[in-house]
């Protein structure tokens, strides 16, 4: 039996997990859902903690996780988010963010030149290093002298491994994308083991961009990519770029996965989104085709498949949210897509 952890979250989580869940449930697999509604911005704000020691071991024996979106206004800090996403990343080791970015429809890019528009790339994010990791510090806090400082972590086994696992998933072409004509230690580090990886996967087109020509370039023709590779936080603002090309908050999935495992935690790329959170319009798309993701993932391709037909049916008969400049609610375009299935 295999076992999804399942992580509403708070916002607009629950309500796009709901569909999620029960499209999934709709294929009829032999799957065992163990939910954890309580870890909230609300139990953080009542316990000082939402994801206990106990809950992270239970998640840690299943085989995956689907979660929906974490956060809340009254929480500024960054201590809620830390203690559930950036726990479950770190301690799981999920090195690899997996962002897919495929156009569901010509209409959907805002890139309306019609030869361009077979948008079909992912960027591979490094997940668990970069500035991202945590360290560094602040000296002389709130005076006029504050000292702040963010390192960048660059490990010879966080770079390695994200290459090779770029490589892994190429159908045709890898891109690595840096900036090492100006961070130089960590640059020089990304650039050996690049060419490395390439020379032993000569059968893949690869190319090299520095951060700032790849957004112009991704801009002038994404259909060009296939595979891009890069650290935390070029990967994180390239893969929101490529989302947006391809349609939008409102479909976009995301995986940070342990590329040695196979343990994934899937989640659409969006928030909470306060503003329409409880009104039952949030598209719940980027959520059911996470946990399609999930599903290929796990062994299920055929279902997985027919999970992304159906949302390419209800899309091009506009039975979408609003957001897609339809006018359905969240659930009905849930019920629409299970309908199509
Ligand atoms: P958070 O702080 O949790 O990241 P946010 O509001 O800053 O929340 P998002 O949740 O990503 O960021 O939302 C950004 C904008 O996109 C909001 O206006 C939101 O309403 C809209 N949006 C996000 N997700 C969806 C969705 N699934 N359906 C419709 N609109 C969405």
Not at 52 to 65: L, P, Y
Not at 70 to 75: F, N, Q, S, Y
Not at 119 to 131: H, K, M, P
Not at 168 to 186: H, L, P, Y
Request: overall charge negative.
């Amino acid at each position: 039996m295999t076992t999804i952890a399942v992580i509403p979250g708070d916002g607009i989580g629950p309500e796009v997990v709901e569909q999620a869940l029960d499209t999934v449930e709709a294929l009829g697999l032999d799957l065992d859902f163990e939910r954890f509604d309580h870890v909230n911005a609300e139990t953080f704000l009542s316990e000082g903690t939402a994801l206990s020691d106990a809950d992270f071991d239970r998640i840690r024996k299943t085989d995956g996780v689907l979660l929906g979106a974490v956060g809340d206004a009254r929480l500024t800090h960054t201590d809620y988010a830390r203690s559930v996403l950036l726990r479950l990343r770190f301690d799981l080791d999920l090195y690899v963010n997996y962002r897919p970015a495929k156009l569901l429809n010509d209409r959907l890019s805002p890139l309306r030149d019609e030869t361009r528009r077979a948008i079909d790339c992912v960027v591979v994010r490094e997940n668990t290093e970069g500035l991202y990791a945590g360290v560094g510090g602040v000296l002389r806090p709130e005076t006029p002298y504050e000292m702040t400082m963010d390192a960048e972590i660059n490990t010879h086994h966080g770079v390695s491994r994200i290459i090779d696992y770029a490589f892994s998933i190429a159908r045709r072409s890898v891109c690595m994308v840096d900036k090492s004509n100006a961070v130089r230690f960590g640059g020089r580090l990304w650039q050996r083991h690049w060419r490395e990886a390439a020379d032993r996967h000569p059968h893949l087109e690869t190319s090299h961009l520095y951060v700032d020509a790849a957004v112009m370039k991704l801009v002038e023709d994404p259909t060009r990519y296939d595979v891009i590779v890069a650290n935390n936080s070029h990967g994180d603002i390239l893969s929101d770029l490529t989302s947006q090309l391809a349609g939008g908050l409102g479909t976009s999935i995301s995986a940070n996965i342990n590329g040695d495992t196979g343990f994934g935690l899937y989640e659409p790329v969006h928030g909470t989104a306060p503003d329409i959170a409880g009104q039952g319009v949030a598209n719940p798309i980027g959520a059911i085709l996470s946990a399609a993701l999930m599903l290929e993932r796990l062994g299920h391709a055929e279902q997985a498949g027919a999970v992304r037909r159906a949302v390419d049916e209800v899309i091009e008969a506009g039975r979408t949210t609003p957001d897609l400049g339809g006018t359905l609610g969240t659930r009905d375009v849930g019920a629409a897509i299970r309908a199509a299935l």
